[in-house]
């Protein structure tokens, strides 16, 4: 299971469809700001990510010249890690098992860049309001409220710099209202130049061995699993699938996600004879919410940021096409 859960917490999120709304055309006016700050602006800080009784703190350094963009985060409690992001190619340092991971960004958000660039999607699946003004590290923020339209997918708040729209605050809240977890920068600077040379690894770590982790190295074309939602959710769309190696398996796991735009959904199917104890029903771990069932001879697992419902029906909702 824990190989699973990495995996999805690797990917984040594009997908959607338009319908009419009750959204407000100054709040649409805000997200739309907030999706391009987090892309255009230079900026650095330290926020922190809290999640049940975890907390996280990162150091963010976000750069943007005629390349593109180039971005690196950097863990500063638990395990030493750092991420380092040249426009769609993501590497990943952990020095603790000595080894490097790589990925093409298809699907992956980091905060402050938590929104997807069509943004005109989300209104088929979320009331946007405007909310009151805050002050959050020192700046003057909007915040913004989006409304599920359903019971399949949570609340968002986020609260976003008044000069500039970037992004500094973001909760998430379940059905009753409660933040299952929250971004928050502490420290930040807007704006002004940036050295390059703060993009390379740190430069002790360069002495390591390092091997790639070839469980998180995904082609980028689209491969057809066979495997599809017979009664797709509203809003959720099919954005990847693939298959892929994964530590300790023998055969490649069909993995594919579905979003609406903000929640991500990760689907991964095996064959059952290649898993000792195979997981059956609901269970919950951190923020996020994990159904699994067994279809034929195999083994089917959902994982997402999604209430219960939500990975249920898409577990139970999965079909085998070429065994219809």
Known sequence: ?????????????IAGSVQADN?????????????????????????????????ETSKITHHVDATGEHEKLEALNGPARETIRNNDEVICYLPESNSVRVDKRH????????????????????????????????????????????????????????????????????????????????????????????????????KLTWKTDESTIVDANAHD?????????????KIVELKRSMPGKKM??????????????SVFIEPLSGIAHPMQGLASQGVLNVYATS????????IGEVPAVTVKQIATSMSNKHKQ
């Open 295 to 302: 279809l034929a001879d195999f083994q089917i697992t959902v």
């Open 23 to 55: 959204s407000q055309p100054d709040a649409f006016a805000v997200l739309k700001k907030i999706e391009a700050a987090a892309r255009e602006l230079n900026y650095s800080g330290t926020f922190v990510y809290q999640y049940g009784n975890q907390v």
């Open 225 to 237: 699993t066979g495997w599809e939602i017979k009664q797709p959710l509203p809003g959720f769309n």
């Open 107 to 206: 699907t992956r958000k980091f905060f402050p860049a938590l929104l997807p660039k069509d943004i005109s999607k989300l209104s088929a699946n979320y009331t946007i309001k405007l909310g009151g003004i805050e002050r959050i590290a020192g700046f003057d923020c909007q915040s913004l409220i989006l409304e599920p339209k359903d019971n399949l997918r949570y609340s968002h708040k986020y609260w976003a710099d008044i000069a500039t729209g970037l992004l500094l605050k973001a909760t998430l809240l379940n059905t009753n209202g409660e933040a299952i977890d929250q971004f928050t920068f502490t420290q930040l600077t807007i704006g002004g130049p940036i050295d390059k040379s703060q993009f390379k690894p740190k430069p002790a770590w360069k």
């Open 1 to 13: 299971m824990r190989y699973l859960v990495g995996a999805f917490v690797f990917l984040s999120v």
């Open 252 to 265: 490649p796991v069909s993995h594919l996600v579905y979003s609406d735009g903000l929640s991500t959904v």
